[in-house]
């Protein structure tokens, strides 16, 4: 079994800056990628950005320049840098890892961007 533990949401200004964590743990083997998906009220869950094990990046058109993903592989932790953030950006964000074909989920962090 994996474990994904998320850390570092709360409530942010617009045009401020979080950094969200994501630590894995328990069954580790060999991870294929990484990510955060992220969900609005009302709204389907939505692919913020994603890395591979060997560094690719993928990013959701909204967040690109202004959101940057990246990875301690050593720790298997997933990181998320959010800079200029903006009300629409308010979602509870998700930690995602794909590891031999299988999706694993962490619990959540809420993300609240308004003044």
């Known amino acids: 079994q994996v474990h994904l533990v998320e850390s570092g949401g709360g409530l942010v200004q617009p045009g401020g800056s979080l950094r969200l964590s994501c630590a894995a743990s328990?069954?580790?083997?060999?991870?294929?990628?990484m990510g955060w998906y992220r969900q609005a009220p009302g709204k389907q869950r939505e692919l913020v950005a994603t890395?591979?094990?060997?560094?690719?990046?993928n990013y959701a058109d909204s967040v690109k320049g202004r959101f940057t993903i990246s990875r301690d592989n050593a720790k298997n932790t997933v990181y998320l840098q959010m800079n200029s953030l903006k009300p629409e950006d308010t979602a509870v964000y998700y930690c995602?890892?794909?590891?031999?074909?299988?999706?694993?989920w962490g619990q959540g962090t809420q993300v609240t961007v308004s003044s």
């Open positions: 328990g069954s580790i083997f060999s991870i294929d990628a």
């Open positions: 995602n890892l794909v590891q031999l074909g299988y999706i694993y």
């Open positions: 890395i591979t094990s060997g560094g690719s990046t």
